[in-house]
């Protein structure tokens, strides 16, 4: 643990401008209600406003910027804190702010903190390739690729991510990716570009490509968020926990909330106003069975633990919380014999680390990196399946590099998510390798890779996990949590699968909208948060264009 003392966002809400207190939300004024400020709320609530309209964003976290009302910076930078500066991205997770980040009440990981999940990443950020909504058909007619590729250039207009984020041009410690190049030279494999050439998704490696603007972690806290705050029309309420929506049969009226203070308020929408909710893939499920939607055991587990769920004739039993998935994760560890290392992070910290810092407050160098030296992708097909691999590539100790190993689009698994009496959703069947075909895929590309390492050629050897079998039981959680309230075609109020139809909607409901990464149907073939974004973007147009 290092000694950051979490700030106190209670007393910072009373104290900042722009930021509404609980005495001034407004009841029946606001035309959009947005619940969750991490990428997909922020950028859903600024479309909002750039449209005209009136919009509330409820974050239950503090703000993780000196912008939103952080005062825990750096010792050396009085304007960044931790979380700002690219290099410290590896090592958030030993910070004490990781603790007051995430979040205490879901399966599996997920932030609690302005900016979500993209606060607290490793700030991998992976183009997403066509064949990520074009194949498969699990993305529905109106959300293939040529329907969302404008919604992709205006994230990118302000939102690009780099491979080559150092101002001076140049890329540091750049040791791993010698050697690793030069091992998949030797297999055929090709260099690309992944931000430029993202299509190209077989036996490639790249310079990773990372979501970071001016040297500082980028996102919509950064790249959306202070549009918004530009305009009278716009409030931000953070340390509010959204309880449920509160319905009239059909009609979402308002949303309840516990605000930082312990008191629970019900705000009330504008006529003709809607909520939309963004709490991320393991939070959403739980607003919508608070609100009486999902199946019914669910809410009646809403129910004893205390919630004011609507009356038994208005639940929409919908399948909320089925069909949750994952990027499952297996790492491989190789000694190399090269030189390399991860940073003193401590230094960094306390500053004594001046020869990076110097270099840093030039736009410069090893801390405007994040913690990846390559990453690639493959894939492979069984029984006509094409499944695909990502590689994020990492120094570890001394001349041992770690591979962490997704296996990405095109797996079948899927699992389903709960809630507990205490209000915790849990995962009741776990969404990895679920599948015959998934495991079989899986153990021939570790396996392959495995042979690949181990050929004498490379001077390469197996460390930790000794083989492929070590390698599959070290399966953790990839965090690109979807499919929780999945969007399609096929109603799920008349036994189909999905919980939004293609306009983002909650079947049943008349104003009742979700737009983070629980609608999506599918996984995308490398990191998540480019998509989470992207389909924000696309989910606000179509919200928007629904008179
Ligand atoms: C540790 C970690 C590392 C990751 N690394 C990467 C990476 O390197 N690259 C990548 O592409 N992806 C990565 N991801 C995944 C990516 O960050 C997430 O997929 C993405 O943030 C999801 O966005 P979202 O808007 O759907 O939900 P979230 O990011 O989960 O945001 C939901 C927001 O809603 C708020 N909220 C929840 N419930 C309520 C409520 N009841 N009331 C009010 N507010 C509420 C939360 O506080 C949060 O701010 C990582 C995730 C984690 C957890
Ligand atoms: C940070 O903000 C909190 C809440 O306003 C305050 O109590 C604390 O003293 C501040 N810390 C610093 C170092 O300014
Ligand atoms: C600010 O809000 C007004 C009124 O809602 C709207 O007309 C205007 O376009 C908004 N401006 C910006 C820059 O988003
Ligand atoms: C800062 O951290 C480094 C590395 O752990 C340590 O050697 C040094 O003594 C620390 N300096 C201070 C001032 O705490
Ligand atoms: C595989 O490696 C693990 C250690 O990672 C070891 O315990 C196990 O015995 C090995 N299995 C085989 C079949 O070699
Ligand atoms: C829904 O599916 C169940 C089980 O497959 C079946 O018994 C029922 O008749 C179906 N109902 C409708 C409306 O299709």
């Not at 990520?132 to 690729?145: R, T, V």
């Not at 410690?173 to 299509?199: A, E, H």
């Not at 840093?360 to 990196?369: A, E, F, R």
């Amino acid at each position: 643990m290092r000694f950051l003392r979490a700030s106190c966002q209670a007393a910072l809400i009373a104290t900042l401008g722009g930021l509404v207190s609980a005495s001034s939300l407004k009841n029946g004024y606001y035309d959009y209600i947005v619940v969750g400020g991490g990428p997909a709320g922020i950028i859903a609530a600024e479309k909002f406003i750039e449209a005209g309209n009136k919009v509330l964003l409820v974050e239950r976290g503090v703000g993780p910027t000196v912008a939103t009302g952080a005062n825990e910076t750096l010792v050396w930078n009085k304007d960044l804190t931790p979380i700002d500066l690219p290099g410290l991205s590896a090592d958030v997770g030993s910070l004490d702010l990781w603790d007051e980040y995430l979040c205490s009440d879901t399966a599996g990981y997920a932030a609690c903190v302005l900016g979500g999940g993209v606060t607290i990443n490793y700030m991998v950020f992976v183009h997403p390739p066509a064949h990520d909504f074009d194949d498969n058909n699990n993305w529905p007619e109106g959300w293939k690729w040529k329907d969302l590729k404008s919604a992709a250039d205006r994230l990118y207009k302000r939102n690009p991510g780099t491979i080559l984020p150092s101002a001076d041009g140049k890329r540091y410690d750049q040791g791993l990716y010698k050697v690793l190049s030069r091992f998949f030279n030797k297999l055929g494999w090709k260099s690309v570009d992944m931000i430029t050439q993202p299509d190209e998704k077989y036996q490639v490696y790249s310079y990773p490509a990372w979501n970071i603007k001016d040297q500082k972690r980028a996102g919509p806290v950064r790249t959306y968020l202070p549009e918004a705050e530009k305009n009278e029309s716009f409030d931000l309420n953070l340390g509010a926990k959204v309880i449920r929506v509160v319905r009239s049969g059909s009609q979402v009226t308002g949303v309840e909330v516990k605000l930082a203070s312990g008191k629970t308020e019900i705000v009330s929408l504008a006529d003709n106003g809607r909520v939309v909710l963004a709490a991320g893939a393991l939070s959403t499920p739980r607003l919508l069975f608070n609100s009486g939607i999902g199946p019914k055991k669910q809410i009646e587990t809403a129910k004893m633990s205390g919630i004011t769920v609507p009356s038994e004739k208005e639940w929409l039993e919908l399948p909320v919380g089925v069909g949750l998935r994952d990027h499952p994760i297996f790492s491989i560890y190789v000694e190399t014999g090269g030189n390399y290392g991860v940073p003193d992070y401590d230094a960094i910290i306390n500053g004594s680390d001046t020869t990076d810092i110097n270099l840093y407050k030039n736009g410069d160098g090893l801390l405007t990196q994040g913690k990846h030296r390559m990453i690639f992708f493959s894939s492979n097909e069984l029984h006509g399946q094409t499944r695909y691999y990502q590689g994020s590539c990492a120094p570890n100790a001394g001349s041992v590099l770690g591979i962490t190993t997704y296996l990405t689009h095109g797996s079948t698994s899927q699992g389903v998510l709960g809630l507990d009496s205490n209000q915790n959703t849990v995962i009741e069947k776990s969404p990895y390798m679920q599948t015959a075909d998934d495991r079989r895929a899986a153990r021939s590309f570790i396996q392959q890779l495995v042979n690949d390492i181990q050929n004498p050629s490379t001077g390469f050897k197996l460390e930790t996990n000794l083989n492929t079998t070590a390698i599959l039981a070290s399966q953790s959680p990839g965090m690109h949590y979807t499919g929780t309230a999945k969007m399609g075609t096929d109603n799920g109020l008349e036994n189909g699968t999905s919980v939004v139809d293609v306009n983002t909607k909650v079947y049943g409901m008349d104003n009742l909208y979700v737009v983070d990464g629980s609608i999506h149907p599918d996984l995308p073939t490398g990191n998540i948060q480019t998509t989470i974004m992207i389909i924000a973007e696309a989910a606000a147009a179509r919200i928007l264009a629904q008179k």
